[in-house]
């Protein structure tokens, strides 16, 4: 009976405990807010926007003979929609065609802000499209083409608030830089070398934004409302290509040792025995965030997550998103095996396309890949890149700052850090300036994040009218960021 009496008070204080626990986890507070912000764009800036969508900046990195017509046209067409950006902001030519324009500020001995976006995108099939990818159409309140998300609607912002607020006088307290590249799309060397240029020159940012999270409607866990999910890091990246060999042969006499059969098996093994996986700080922090808008069921798991971690791990671990937020990622992307049906070949190969968790290195996510094959594999890597860095998000001056900033202008929503997927220009920046956010200040609603690069991308017109007052209200208000 003691020791009944024991259990049963053990588990009523642990009970109590996660009770506790759970009606303490409140949403993390803004600590210094600004005042709420009403500030959006206007039909004109949706017009300006529009012509921009027009242009047809595919830059297919690799044929030499692109047309580059579309990206000739780019900077003059800037010049004609925000006139006052071009005649007081200081332009760069990275490679000739990526953007920098430098807007001078009061205090020039302060580290400057870089504000990114990318104005080169990915090829469209206008067969596919309910509307031509490259006309801009709106319907329903949405422009609909290719580059309305990604990401023409950021550097259409910048250049709306930059253009608003110079003609009101405003200067800023420190230098702003509005970079945009045009090789994004396709990993080319554009935005290095800005990284490059700002280093010999001794312009090593404080801060940095870029694309990546944004503002979102349809949050994970079943959140109602609104949330700004910000990136604080992004996984590493590189594309594996397998060569397994072996002797050949005909058809009618296959082997397990087979190129073919190794090539399979191999694969297989990697599939189905993934790496481990474990919640980043940042995801963790997401995680909390997400349940502090929740329910109360959300809230006891997890603000306790000493005792349930490995129950959402498990959890996780079921859905392909959610998957990819807690480990790397190994996807099976090319095979090539035999030219003909009936026979065995000398070589296969496939092309794996690796994204690594942050917790790890390109190497060690490669070994993984080296132990499901023989000593007869070749492999070669390419678009190699490391995880990036975890920027600052817990009491960070920046990173308060740009929740304030959210706060105003999105004053219902919920603000959380998260570990980014797919890669962006922000990596490149990112290992010279810690504070390397990546977040569109714009709402982007139900599946439009999905249709990046995809059939229909559209967005909603309302939506990048309020981000010109979020890009606004960014700029504004920069005599808050700490030094």
Known sequence: ?????VVVALVALLAIVLV??????????VPDPLPPSGIEGDDAAVARFQELLRCETVWDL?????????????????????????????????????????????????????????????????????????????????????????????WAALMESAEHLLKEGYVPPRDVYFFSSN???????????MVEHLKSIGRVPYMVLDEGGAVIDNPPLGVKGQFAVVGVAEKGIFDA??????????????????????LVSG????????SASKLSAPVAAMLRELAAHGSFGLRVVFANLWLFRPVVIRIMQGDPETAAMVRTTY??????????????PKRAKATVNVRVDPGETV???????????DERTSYELAEVSEPSPIAPFADDPAFDYLRAVIRSVYPTAGIAPYVQTSCSDARRFHRICPRTYRFAGILFKGDQRNRVHGQDENLDVDSFKRGIGFYTEFIRHLDRLGK
């Open 363 to 373: 190497d060690a996510a490669f070994a993984r890949i080296k132990e499901r094959f």
């Open 267 to 274: 694969l297989d093994g990697l599939q189905k025995n993934p």
């Open 62 to 154: 690799h044929n030499p003979d692109a047309d580059r017509s579309a990206f000739d046209e780019f900077v003059p067409l800037l010049r004609r929609l925000y006139p006052t950006v071009f005649e007081r902001l200081e332009l760069e030519l990275i490679d000739g065609y990526g953007i920098s324009l430098l807007w001078k500020g009061a205090d020039r001995a302060l580290a400057p802000v870089v504000l990114m976006a990318h104005h080169d995108v990915v090829p469209a099939d206008a067969s596919e499209w309910t509307h031509d990818p490259f006309a801009a159409d709106i319907a329903d309140g949405r422009i609909f083409a290719r580059g309305a998300v990604d990401t023409k609607c950021i």
């Open 1 to 5: 009976m003691i020791v009944l009496a």
């Open 241 to 262: 290509f397998i060569t397994t060999s072996a002797e050949g042969g005909h058809a009618a006499t296959p082997s397990l040792e087979d190129a073919t059969a190794k």
């Open 183 to 193: 090789t994004e799309e396709d990993g080319g060397d554009t935005a290095p070398h």
């Open 20 to 29: 506790v626990n759970a009606a303490r986890l409140k949403p993390t507070p």
């Open 331 to 344: 996807a099976l992307t090319q095979l090539e095996g035999s030219p003909a049906h009936n026979v065995i």
